[in-house]
């Protein structure tokens, strides 16, 4: 009598475990790659995976895989396949489509879910980006290899789980969930903030513009990157753009480097600036504009680090809102005295720490002035409020506009 075979034996343990069967299942695929085993080759091969993969991991709403856990695993299973024919996600997904069906069962799940809503607007974009490197097609790694420094070939990048119908449909749905107030606006604010910083990610990975040995023109910048200054940019400067994590403007918010009593001086922003395109967090923009009519100070300094992140029309227009809600003589007076009493400074701070700054019309206003071709429309805006003059205390841009260019208004 034959012995039972090594998936029959599997599917026993399965049905006797306790733990959850995608937990066993991955401790049997890592341990059957240690042990390099190759019983199962080609089309027996993928059918074992396809039968343990859709009766394994694929159940119910109440025992089907955790969201967060299923590339992970998908990248675990991809070591039951030899060395010499290597399986990332991408191939996976490209040769089994119910791998694809799964992750829609999984974000329609989880879209109703909120303890999952991070996992899918952050992590899911965290993982891809970090994982581009290794998901590159086999025909393409040759031709990254003798490629030009300077050169990235976008083709290369692989997003097709982040930009299906079904994540386009979970993620509005989880937005939509926000602008009900089913998530607290304060929480829902700093999430989307998350966000915005993992699709910058994604928008900076590609395609990397050419350096060249003369001067680059406006035209040759990248399609995600924003200038607001009519200064072009000199070779070296390009250079450190692209060799920098994050937009200095970032750096400056989170510092709080506009607040003088925390660094003896006013540091301004630096000319040399750079953003992200808003185009590519449309939605997640118009979000937090429909989050910011619900009220919050914490909803405001949102604003300011999205604003440090992104530029454009549709985050300018959230700016310019938070700044009519804002009442001048009030931040002015908290930024005198509200450093003295910790409990009134931490209810207005960032995060509302006791030792930050309150004053959160500064870094919106200068911010919101940034851009140097709208900028003389914007102050127009401010100058036709009755308590225009108060805006000259905040911030430099109103003050340096005025007497570089409206000597009038004065």
Not at 116 to 141: H, N, W
Not at 145 to 154: I, L, N, T
Not at 370 to 396: A, V
């Amino acid at each position: 009598m034959e012995a039972p075979t090594e998936l029959c034996l599997f599917g026993v343990e399965t049905a006797s475990a306790s733990m959850p069967v995608h937990t066993l299942l991955k401790t049997a695929i890592l341990e059957a790659a240690q042990l390099k085993e190759k019983a199962l080759k080609g089309k027996a091969l993928d059918s074992a995976f396809e039968w343990v993969f859709k009766t394994s991991v694929a159940g119910t709403e109440e025992v089907a895989l955790p969201i967060n856990e299923f590339w992970p695993l998908l990248r675990d299973l991809g070591k039951i396949y030899p060395a010499t024919d290597p399986h990332t996600e991408r191939e996976m997904c490209e040769k089994y489509p119910f791998v694809n069906k799964i992750w829609d069962d999984l974000l329609e799940q989880s879209s109703s879910q909120q303890k999952m809503a991070e996992y899918v607007l952050i992590g899911v974009l965290d993982y891809f980006t970090s994982r581009q490197s290794s998901l590159y097609p086999k025909a393409m790694k040759s031709e990254l290899r003798s490629a030009k420094k300077g050169f990235r070939a976008p083709k290369s990048f692989w997003w097709a789980p982040v930009e299906c119908e079904s994540y386009t449909k979970a993620v509005n749905t989880i937005l939509g969930q926000m602008e009900q107030g089913d998530l607290p606006a304060k929480e829902a604010s700093s999430m989307l903030t998350r966000r915005i910083d993992a699709l910058v990610a994604k928008a900076r990975l590609g395609p990397v513009w050419k350096l060249g040995d003369k001067l680059l023109t406006q035209t040759s910048k990248p399609e995600w990157i924003a200038l607001p200054r009519r200064r072009r940019l000199r070779y070296e400067e390009w250079r450190s753009l692209e060799t920098k994590s994050q937009a200095p403007s970032i750096t400056w918010v989170q510092g709080e480097q506009w607040d003088v009593p925390k660094h003896h001086k006013f540091i301004p922003l630096s000319w040399q600036m750079w953003h992200c395109r808003d185009s590519v967090a449309v939605p997640e923009v118009r979000t937090l504009g429909k989050l910011l009519k619900q009220g919050g100070r914490q909803v405001l300094w949102q604003v300011a680090e999205v604003g440090a992140r992104i530029a454009g029309p549709e985050i300018a227009a959230v700016m310019e809102t938070a700044i009519a809600s804002i009442d001048p003589k009030f931040e002015g007076m908290a930024r005198c005295i509200a450093r003295h009493y910790p409990y009134v400074n931490s209810a207005l701070t960032k995060g509302e720490k006791q030792d930050g700054s309150s004053d959160v019309l500064t870094p919106l206003l200068e911010l919101w002035l940034l851009e140097d071709g709208p900028r003389d429309e914007r102050i127009g805006k401010l100058m036709k409020r009755p308590d225009c003059e108060l805006f000259l205390f905040f911030g430099t841009s109103v003050q340096r506009h005025l007497s570089n260019s409206r000597q009038d208004w004065l």
